[in-house]
């Protein structure tokens, strides 16, 4: 069970650090036009924007529970 936790730890890790390189070539926010100074995120760059929000707790959920004395 343990083993199973920190695999499942090293998957998610590798997953979010790639959705935030994907994240930052998107090229809606490498615009900087000083003119817009908010940004609604659409299509796809909201898609991994969330789904980078959903892997980032679901790496801390494991974490803590992966760090519970009872393993």
Do not use: C, W
Not at 23 to 33: K, S
Not at 35 to 53: F, M, V
């Amino acid at each position: 069970m343990e083993i199973a936790f920190y695999i499942a730890i090293i998957i998610l890790s590798i997953v979010l650090m790639l959705l935030v390189v994907i994240q930052a070539r998107t090229p809606g926010m490498a615009n900087r036009d000083s003119g817009s100074i908010y940004h609604t995120r659409r299509g796809l760059e909201k898609t991994l924007h969330q789904a980078t929000i959903v892997i980032s707790v679901t790496f801390l959920i494991i974490s803590l529970i992966a760090s519970l004395p009872i393993f």
